[in-house]
């Protein structure tokens, strides 16, 4: 039984990336690759139906931005709590 190839994000990229550029055919980039031309076009239709998620307003950008805040007010809660305890207990 064989064992599935797990392709890496930058190498399914490049893959989809010599597809769209159409300058060999898909048959062509399966055989160099060796890929089944199937493969290479549902990771087309993949990166193409969310390309256009790449001009949004950055709505994932805001979330990580939040969350990052978040978890630098909760370090330094945290921080004073620790510089807190120590003065209590004379350290």
Known sequence: MKKRKNHTPGFKTKVVIEAIQERETIQEIGRKYDLHPN???TW???FLSGASSVFENGS???DTEKERAE???????LQMEVDFLKKVLGK
């Open 39 to 41: 493969q290479i076009s």
């Open 60 to 62: 994932g950008k805001d």
């Open 44 to 46: 087309k239709t993949r």
């Open 71 to 77: 978890l630098f007010k909760k370090v330094g809660q």
